[in-house]
């Protein structure tokens, strides 16, 4: 009976006599498993949302009939029975009419020995059902190069249907006929070879009898080495976060998971390493952190127009404070801490999961983490690490590290956030929702109603724009950055699209805590209306270049985004290559240009950053270092960690690596230093230390200039300046 000493928003239930307190809104079938009480299920998997179909969960909450308690919620008081002899004798009798219809033993069970089904069965004596077996098969299909379906160990349960379409979001699987004649069906009922299935494999992990079962083993392993231990199916189903794990599935993939051992000192991974593996600590603790120069690059000296007197040098942001700077004192990570700027350094330990946006984004390493004591750690493939991150009570334990350590950080990493008082920094930590986004998954759809403020925690969120003849991109949002204040604050209409680019993680604050927050602190308030101001100035100014310039061929020739672009008359220009010297002699003999690119009428648009309208450099940055300002401007971070992923996924070459000398720790003699190339990524800076970029003022021909393409071109086409 809940009483006055009950929290708010927590029940107090009662479960085969004992009493356990839960959340508000959680099934009895949660409540049990959260207290150790054991209620069997074949149709309900931790990641899928519940439909009590098998009915094996049934319990007796005192009711005229047993219930189905996976999809029945507490309630204050609540008395429940799981192990009765009514309960048992009805379980019993579901499971002799399923195992009616089940082949003995079936592919799964010949295989791997663990169809749930026959397990479940075998430990309630209905092995032998009092029942008629089905007389009528329904066949099997082996059109699929990568999975045998045989229909006739088909229970129904609807595991693989909710698989592929809620967790992948393939929504190939569906239900066909009824009664007698029900089954699954692929697409239109085709054969699984011939639908639209991409073998992705969920049905089959999801599948808890041989209905589908995988034909041949998956090759992807780790190597192992020295402090290395590989682990058999058997042994990780001792692991507690694997119980309940497809055997099937964990013996194809048990190569894809080892138990590592580091001494103290030992290297566990380095910063811009790319990587495919993520880490979680079972002993011991690891230092997190960054070695390069907490600067960035800048070009300097020299008198005006003799550029070949000019060098670049690493400049610290007290040296060179730059405008809208968003991110003052943290640097995003990939780990469940940030590091704070002035001494990018922090400690990890055990239930510290790391690397976990490089295992399932493909993206650089973030940071260095070496051993600071003894550890020892799982290291995983990305097919281990999403079976672990679907389970409930591993998700459970990451999140409530995340919410303990990090989110306080994460929030305060907002400048505006700073005044945010403790008290309210507590009830945001129990009261946001974390959530988790496939890549191609809308989070915010232009137009609808506004009703969530989000902060991104893993991954990268694309922000754009729809408009007549095309899509606008506005920006590449990853840990540490904000989006939805705007249609909170201003109608409560979202007034652009978002959507996951890749594995995306996001803290949602709910829009009653966000107007809370406005009501309770100005100043956030303030800084939060300052920031949506100029986002919705910039969108409007290029709304504005939308209505003046034909955007079909403005996006033709990708020129729509532009602030700033390098053209060549081709009329004038002798091909004498002296604004590309130019560019290299005023940057230490690196190029920021290359005379070739989109041709527009007369003119050459040179390869040189023209601050592109889908900026690709942008995704996958793994600490954020590269960012666009309202003014669209692109600009690279002081903690860049040269990993040189912006300069791949930029199109047009148009970043480069720029290498210094400078001094870093030495790990063999501790207190001393020792000189090191270091790598931070350029772009064009339109020598903004001179009257006119260095291309432009070394043209013997008037044939280069800079140019503001939506007046150049407006003008070109007879549209007139934008108003």
């Known amino acids: 009976m809940t009483t006055a000493t009950t929290p708010p928003g927590l029940v107090d239930i009662t479960i085969d006599g004992q009493s356990v307190r839960v959340p508000a809104g959680t099934s009895v ?15 309900h998997l931790q990641n899928q949302t519940p439909v009590g179909v098998c009915r094996l ?60 089904l026959e397990t479940l069965a075998s430990a309630a004596g209905a092995s032998q059902p009092r029942f ?71 049905c089959m992990v999801s599948c808890p009898t041989g209905a589908l079962t995988n034909k041949g083993v998956v090759g992807t ?27 099937t599935f964990l013996e194809l993939n048990r190569g894809a998971i080892v138990k590592r051992r580091y001494r103290k000192g030992e290297i566990i991974c380095r910063e811009g390493e790319f990587g495919s593996t993520a880490f979680y600590i079972l002993e011991g603790k690891a230092k997190v952190s960054i070695s390069t120069p907490i600067a960035h690059v800048k070009t300097q000296g020299g008198a005006k127009g003799l550029f070949k007197r000019l060098t670049s040098t690493l400049v610290a942001r007290e040296e060179d404070k730059r405008e809208e700077e968003t991110r003052d004192r943290t640097i995003p990570i990939d780990a469940s801490v940030d590091l704070s700027y002035g001494n990018p350094v922090a400690e990890l330990g055990p239930g510290d999961l790391f690397g976990e ?116 991109v506005l920006a590449y949002l990853s840990r540490g950055d904000f989006f939805g204040e705007i249609g909170l604050l201003d109608g409560g209409v979202r007034t652009a699209t978002c959507i996951a680019l890749d594995h995306v993680e996001l803290v949602r604050v709910s829009g009653n805590d966000f107007r809370q927050m ?22 409007q100014q290029r709304m504005q270049m939308v209505h003046n310039v034909p955007i079909d061929q403005f996006l033709s020739q990708g020129l729509m985004e532009a602030q700033s672009l390098l053209i060549l008359d081709l009329q004038n220009c002798t091909r004498c290559d002296a604004c590309v010297n130019a560019c290299a002699d005023a940057h230490d003999g690196v190029t920021r240009l290359i005379r070739d690119g989109l041709r527009f009428d007369q003119y ?11 900026p690709l450099c942008m995704v996958g940055c793994p600490v954020g270092s590269i960012r666009r300002r309202n003014s669209l401007e692109v600009i690279i971070e002081d903690w860049c960690i040269g990993c040189g992923l912006c300069a791949q996924n930029c199109p047009y070459g148009n970043i480069n690596l720029h290498p210094f000398e400078v001094m870093i ?31 432009v003022y070394a043209c013997p021909h008037d044939a280069a200039h800079r140019v503001d393409p939506r007046t150049f071109f407006a003008d070109m086409l007879g549209q007139g300046h934008p108003k």
Not at 33 to 43: A, E, F, K
């Open 221 to 247: 392993a780790i190597a192992t080495g020295p402090g290395a231990q590989g682990f058999e199916a058997e042994d990780l189903l001792q692991i507690p976060v694997f119980k309940g794990v497809s055997g």
């Open 604 to 614: 050459l648009v040179a390869t040189s950053c023209r601050q592109c309208r889908d």
């Open 132 to 202: 008629a077996k089905r007389t009528v098969a329904r066949g099997e299909d082996a059109s699929s190069l990568a999975i045998a379906v045989d229909h006739d160990a088909c229970i129904l349960c609807d595991r693989c249907i909710r698989g592929c379409d809620e967790v992948k979001n393939n929504f190939v699987l569906g239900g066909m006929g009824k009664g007698y004649s029900a089954g699954i069906a692929f697409d239109l009922n085709s054969p699984m070879g011939d639908s639209t299935c991409i073998s992705c494999g969920e």
């Open 665 to 695: 720790d030495d790990p063999e003699r501790t207190g001393r230093k020792k000189a090191a190339i270091k790598q931070k990524a350029t772009s064009c800076d339109l020598c903004t230390h001179l009257k006119e970029p260095s291309c």
């Open 518 to 539: 406005m009501e309770r602190f100005p100043s956030v308030r303030k800084g939060l209306e300052a920031v949506a101001a100029g986002r919705l100035a910039a969108n």
């Open 29 to 43: 079938f949660d409540a049990a498993r959260m207290n150790g009480i054991s209620i069997p299920t074949l149709c």
């Open 357 to 472: 946006m490089t295992c399932m984004n493909f993206y650089p390493r973030s940071a260095t983490v070496i051993a600071e004591s003894d550890v020892v750690a799982f290291e995983m493939l990305r097919n281990v690490l999403d079976i672990m991150l679907k389970n409930k009570s591993f998700r459970a334990q990451l999140d409530q590290t995340y919410r303990r350590r990090a989110l306080e950080n994460h929030l305060r990493g907002v400048p505006m956030f700073a005044d945010l008082s403790p008290d309210f920094i507590e009830h945001l930590k129990e009261s946001v929702e974390l959530q988790r986004f496939a890549p191609g998954q809308a989070i915010a759809l232009q137009g609808e109603p506004a009703d969530s403020f989000y902060l991104v925690r893993i991954g990268f969120v694309k922000i754009s724009e729809n408009y007549p003849g095309g899509e606008m």
């Open 57 to 116: 969960c049934v319990v007796d909450t005192g009711a005229r009939v047993l219930t189905a308690s996976c999809v029945r919620p507490v309630e204050p008081g609540l008395n429940v029975v799981t192990n009765s002899e009514k309960v048992l004798g009805a379980r019993k009798t579901l499971l002799e009419l399923m195992m009616a219809d089940h082949p003995s033993p079936c592919t799964r069970q010949l295989n791997s020995g663990d169809c749930e």
